[in-house]
């Protein structure tokens, strides 16, 4: 008996039509594409975009205090150094990360998650959205802000 390369047709498996086969292999396929996209969404979180974004020698704000954090991305602004923090944030669907980041080069951006699969910023569908920063600021309370956004776009889905 033949186990390896046995085909559809052999006498190791049930006989199949022509109709059934072809359901079969557009079942495999369709679960492979969502094995594939839960892969995918598995990875796809504000951290890794915010580190990525800002480059593998930036400095790790998210990693201090809360009160620390701030103070951390602010002075890493001010001096230049590429730097990447996410923090949780309440918001209408709950407790969600939200994350800030600097690269090398001097852009600064706003990572958001969104959670449920509704739509972050105009027109996009993504689970992780970045928003162009003018620069990273604080309001009255000492939250980290986004100053003068810019566009947003899909990071990953």
């Known amino acids: 008996m033949r186990h ?28 492979a594409l969502l094995l594939a996209s839960l892969l995918a969404a598995c990875t796809c979180n504000p951290e890794d975009a915010a580190r990525s974004f800002a480059g593998s020698s930036a ?7 809360a009160e620390a954090r701030a ?5 890493a602004q001010d001096a230049g150094v590429p730097f990447y923090l996410v923090e949780e944030r309440l918001s ?3 407790v969600l990360p939200f994350g800030f980041a ?4 001097g852009e600064s951006a706003a990572f958001t998650y969104d959670v449920l699969g509704t739509p972050i910023g105009a027109n996009s569908t993504a689970r992780v959205a970045m928003r ?3 620069r990273i600021g604080t309001n009255a309370e000492g939250v980290l802000t986004c100053e003068s956004p810019g566009r947003t776009v899909a990071v990953c889905r």
């Open 92 to 94: 209408r669907n709950g």
């Open 4 to 31: 390896r390369g046995a085909r559809l047709d052999s006498p190791l498996t049930p006989s199949l039509s022509p109709g059934a086969r072809g359901l079969c292999r557009r079942a495999v396929g369709a679960l």
């Open 59 to 65: 400095r790790d704000c998210g990693s201090k205090t």
């Open 132 to 134: 162009s920063c003018e």
């Open 102 to 105: 600097r690269n090398a080069t």
């Open 71 to 75: 103070g951390c991305a602010l002075a």
